[in-house]
């Protein structure tokens, strides 16, 4: 349960040093535009968004229990995060925030780390390709620039009304949401270690300005962004508000601990070590209090963030503080700028990021699954965008351990009358 950071600090060198300051300046990069992006479509100002990334992510690498893991918003919260907002207000977001930082702190103390062992692989799939088909479908309106009064939150009816809106259609938006779409993979294609994501979505919102093209820009539509973090505060602790949001804090607790954990695995493969789970639960609720204190978004391992970090070179917990204190850096010195930013081009950002959550590479291997697997992971996905996450979550991990079961044909307990 001991934090990375001690351990690697009792060999570190100027070599490392300059290792972790290159990573964790390039992955801020990639972490300032997403940020914002998920912010935005998560039904927040974009502002907090940067707030749960300096904060979340300094507490995450200053706690965990990975080497090289980054901390942050996700691209896996903005469904929950978008149904809390809309039920209970954004007070009710940080409440839920708060109270799901508890409930890891809680299940940090109990090794509660070396449960993600139980949690079925088809459900996390299936769930995580449900968040990025909503995702996908929130982010039409402005890759397309469509003119909508509101656009419903519920998937079902969320597309019939995308459908009729389609003759708003706006070219200058559409082709600024898909040339940011096509620099991003050139840029990560041609330089993989390079912050691409940062540069082509100013590059195409400054050719938006520059050809005067009539889009929608961050600082248009939620005005300036914070130049500074906000004082702390507690949130409403009323025994009410606490009752209406445990539920959702459940569910914010749940997919902070599997989504860091499985980020946490996947840096071990890339770097061949080894993460402790239970310090990292740990450092996951201390970051969900310290970004609810602060008025942020729920936070937790970023997979993509923690790959990019990997791949500029980081090699202990410090590039994660880098990659904090350069975004409240930016936050001070260059929030004007990132007002400018074109929505279209976030937009097709976090189309491209709602891809890549889908894992496309993984596709065949789900076709070639049993057949019980495969609809374990139809089933769950099926829930995810149609029903309540929630109720996915549940259903899938409770039909996914009695499939388990079954499998191991685990036999029933005799029973014995009592001696009269």
Not at 349 to 372: D, G, V, Y
Request: hydrophobic share 55%; with cysteine; charged share 15%.
């Amino acid at each position: 349960m001991k934090p990375k950071i001690i351990t690697t600090l009792e060999s570190y060198d100027r070599a490392l040093f300059l290792a972790d300051l290159q990573a964790g300046v390039t992955v801020a990069m990639v972490a300032i535009p997403l940020s914002l992006a998920i912010a935005i479509a998560s039904g927040a100002d974009p502002g907090v968004g940067l707030v749960t990334a300096v904060i979340g992510g300094f507490l995450i690498s200053l706690l965990g229990g990975s080497r090289v893991q980054i901390g942050g918003p996700t691209g896996a919260f903005i469904v929950v995060v978008y149904g809390v907002i809309a039920q209970y207000g954004y007070d009710g977001l940080v409440l839920a925030t708060f109270l799901a930082g508890l409930i890891l702190l809680t299940a940090g103390a109990f090794r509660a780390g070396n449960l993600i062992a139980f949690v079925p692989e088809p459900v996390i799939d299936g769930f995580t390709i449900g968040i990025a088909v909503i995702i996908a479908a929130s982010q039409i309106k402005d890759l397309c620039g469509l003119s909508m009064a509101e656009v419903p939150a519920d998937f079902l009816e969320k597309v019939p009304a995308l459908w009729a809106a389609r003759d708003t259609l706006a070219p200058a938006s559409l082709g600024i949401g898909l040339a940011t779409m096509v620099l991003i993979m050139l840029l990560r294609r041609l330089f993989p270690r390079f912050p691409g994501l940062i540069v082509a979505v100013s590059l195409t919102s400054v050719a938006a300005a520059l050809l005067a093209l009539p889009v929608d820009t961050i600082g248009g539509r939620f005005g300036a962004l914070p130049n500074h973090l906000p004082m702390p505060k507690l949130p409403d602790l009323s025994l009410q508000r606490v009752t209406e949001l445990l539920p959702s804090a459940f569910v914010i607790a749940f997919l902070a601990g599997v989504e860091s954990l499985l980020s946490a695995m996947v840096a071990d493969r890339m770097i061949g070590g080894r993460h402790r789970p239970n310090a990292e639960v740990l450092a996951q609720g201390a970051a969900n209090i310290g970004s609810a204190l602060f008025g942020g978004l729920p936070a937790t391992g970023a997979i993509a963030r923690t790959a990019t970090n990997v791949r500029a070179g980081g090699k202990t917990p410090v590039a994660g503080l880098v990659h904090a204190l350069t975004i409240l850096a930016v936050m001070m010195l260059a929030a004007p700028l990132a007002g400018h930013l074109a929505m279209p081009a976030l937009a097709g950002l976090l189309m491209l990021t709602a891809w890549n959550m889908s894992e496309p590479h993984k596709w065949r291997h789900h076709l070639q699954q049993r057949t019980s697997d495969k609809v374990l992971l139809v089933l769950t996905l099926v829930l995810t965008v149609v029903a309540d996450l929630t109720v996915a979550i549940g259903v899938g991990i409770a039909l996914g351990l009695a499939l388990r079961l079954r499998r191991r044909h685990v036999p029933e307990a005799e029973w014995t009358p009592p001696e009269r």
